[in-house]
């Protein structure tokens, strides 16, 4: 079974779901919107098993197709070519899997949506996307599923187009990732310049072969990437477009928070790591803007209401994770907490779902309370999630968590505290929002009380499957102090990282430190746990915020409105551009363009009103204009002559 066919067959439900969708009705839609990705996750699985088994055992080297011929120019030669390797097997297989659940998810979620066949042609053809961009065997097919995940994220956040919120958030998100995109673009002209190649295989042999020779350019080409990878995976400062893109319908924020887009610039990062350790600079700037986002966006997190944009800026904070173990040469903890994350964060995502479809659309936590006894389904599979998100033994994101905190440890004190804060704040939102949803007196209308439910089989089963996995899944990753051999994880994914000769190489930690740190990090989740049920759990629930509120208004205002980072972009920069592209318009375009384009349709016209009194029709009148013709020529013969 050719890997290409892996993309195609989305591709296909994104035509039939397009095309005739709205004439054939919602079943065919739901037969070739789920059925397409079932089929893709299947068929991934019956490539991945064999595949996985021969890198356990030795025997499998990367599985390289070539389709065809793209590009020829001089000595520029690029295929159009798929490939399989221990991070592309990785990446293909939570991607089907968690993307076919939330397609059976939306099934029970998008029922009664008029635009039901539009919805699911733009599932697929994400899910298209994305499998081309992990699939690829070199940076320009990487590009073509970039901007294809681009694109989608937009029709999607932007799918009920017709509410200027959901309008304005895709248009956001589009011109975020234009910003970003505009960086990667820069960084595939450099690599292209210096290796005169996109393919993967040449580019990182080459650098392999002689780090030295190449590390001059790689500072410069990794952070050209890393501000693409900013755009895709939402960090600072280009992260502002993902809490809005909570506009589109809750299983487009599970897709794109969790298991496709978001992920993407981590595995780009991961993917050119080679790049990146032969520039401790870039290194260094990788870790302190992941680190930096991990702590900004769990600030912002703590006062957020509508649950939604809780687990979206939680989102931007687990981002920042992954960059921080980036950034820290633990590529391989980074794409262990992509897994894992992919996992807990679209259960959580699809849960909300689960609450809002049962509140008529509420999405403000201030009106829910009380909801585990309505929803008991929804709610143990939203506290597996929660729990696994806070880092709590022996759910999933305790053992990535956890090892990201480790090699940060091992290279900066100072990036650890920084993680180790956000993870302490992590713990306190999450179990915070838990408490305010789903314990106390509910606290909506008689109307929302009367039709609490809970969710079909087709939303709750997807609910208990992710919920089995943010609990167990951690365990292919068990840390290094339960034996040598036991991170299947890391002895997996561990030759995507070759070894490089005067490279960025991660630090170690002794037995006893690490297990320090394992107790730390477990303290500081118990604590934020601790401190969230005695804010937000009990009769007197939400008391001590409100003092605390009360005590510092200011503070508590400016973490509510995200420290008003889009007001500031608005008045720096969207103003600004606004302004200048008025002046353009009004100035440049309209009087200078417009009026020298006006001036000289009035002149021909002008001249035509002119000329056309003397076209009589009279035969003398022409003769004597002639004459005169002839005179005045003479004439001027004549005075040239003279000088």
Request: aromatic share 14%; net charge positive.
């Amino acid at each position: 079974m050719p890997l290409l066919l892996l993309p195609l067959l989305p591709l296909a439900g994104f035509l039939l779901c397009g095309l005739l969708g709205k004439r054939l009705g919602k079943t065919f839609v739901t037969v070739c919107g789920v059925g397409s990705v079932a089929l893709t996750t299947v068929l991934a699985y019956v490539r991945l098993v064999p595949y996985v088994a021969g890198v356990f055992s030795g025997h499998a080297a990367p599985i390289l197709e070539r389709y065809g011929s793209w590009i020829r120019a001089g000595n520029v030669s690029i295929d159009f070519a798929l490939r399989l390797d221990p991070l592309s097997a990785l990446m293909l297989s939570f991607v089907t899997f968690v993307g076919f659940l939330i397609h059976v998810y939306s099934v029970g979620y998008m029922h009664a949506d008029t635009g039901y066949g539009r919805y699911f042609a733009y599932l697929n053809l994400f899910m298209a996307a994305m499998l081309t961009l992990i699939l690829a065997a070199n940076f320009l097919v990487l590009f073509v599923g970039w901007e294809g995940v681009g694109l989608c994220s937009y029709l999607l956040i932007a799918f009920d187009y017709l509410k200027e919120s959901s309008a304005r958030a895709g248009r956001k998100a589009f011109v975020a990732n234009r910003v970003g995109d505009f960086g990667f673009l820069i960084g595939l002209f450099l690599i292209l310049g210096v290796f005169g190649t996109l393919e993967f295989d040449r580019l990182f042999s080459a650098v392999a072969a002689s780090p030295g020779r190449y590390a001059p350019a790689m500072t410069a080409i990794a952070l050209c990437l890393f501000v693409g990878a900013c755009g895709k995976s939402a960090q600072i400062p280009l992260y502002v477009w993902l809490p809005d893109a909570m506009a589109g319908p809750t299983p487009v924020s599970a897709l794109i928070h969790a298991a496709t887009m978001v992920t993407a610039g981590v595995y780009v990062v991961a993917r050119s790591n080679v790049f990146f350790r032969l520039s401790p600079s870039a290194m260094a700037v990788v870790a302190i803007v992941g680190g930096a986002t991990a702590l900004f966006a769990a600030i912002i997190g703590t006062a957020q209401n509508d649950i939604k944009k809780v687990l979206a800026y939680s989102t931007v904070s687990q981002l920042g994770y992954m960059f921080l173990a980036c950034g820290v040469g633990a590529f391989v903890a980074g794409m262990f907490h992509v897994m894992t994350h992919a996992f807990f964060k679209a259960l959580l995502f699809l849960g909300s779902g689960s609450v809002i479809h049962a509140m008529g659309g509420e999405q403000d936590m201030r009106r829910m309370g009380g909801l585990r006894r309505a929803l008991p389904v929804t709610f143990w599979t939203f506290l597996a999630g929660t729990l696994a998100l806070a880092g709590i033994p022996i759910w999933a994101g305790f053992f990535s968590k956890d090892e990201i905190l480790g090699a940060a440890f091992a290279k900066s004190p100072g990036l650890w505290l920084v993680g180790f804060v956000a993870a302490g704040l992590t713990s306190f939102y999450m179990f915070r929002l838990v408490y305010r949803t789903f314990f106390g007196e509910f606290r909506g209308t008689d109307d929302q009380k009367h039709h609490l439910h809970e969710s079909p089989a087709s939303m709750t089963v997807p609910l208990v499957v992710l919920a089995v996995l943010s609990t167990f899944g951690g365990l292919v990753g068990l840390p290094a102090i339960v034996g040598p051999r036991a991170n299947l994880f890391h002895r997996f994914l561990d030759p995507i990282v070759p070894p490089l000769s005067g490279g960025f190489e991660p630090g170690e930690l002794s037995r006893g430190l690490e297990i320090g740190l394992i107790a730390a990090s477990v303290a500081i989740a118990l604590a934020g746990w601790l401190i969230a049920r005695v804010c937000y759990a009990g009769d007197r629930s939400g008391s001590l915020p409100e003092r605390f509120v009360r005590a510092v208004p200011g503070l508590h205002r400016v973490v509510e409105n995200k420290f008003f980072v889009d007001e500031i972009y608005d008045f720096l920069i969207y103003r600004p551009f606004r302004a200048l592209a008025r002046f353009f318009w009004k100035a440049i375009d309209t009087l200078v363009i417009d009026g020298l384009i006006n001036a000289g349709a009035f002149v021909v016209e002008l001249s035509g009103d002119l000329l056309r009194f003397f076209t009589t029709g009279n035969v003398r009148n022409y003769a004597l204009t002639f004459l005169l013709g002839i005179v005045g020529l003479l004439a001027w013969l004549g005075w040239m002559g003279a000088r």
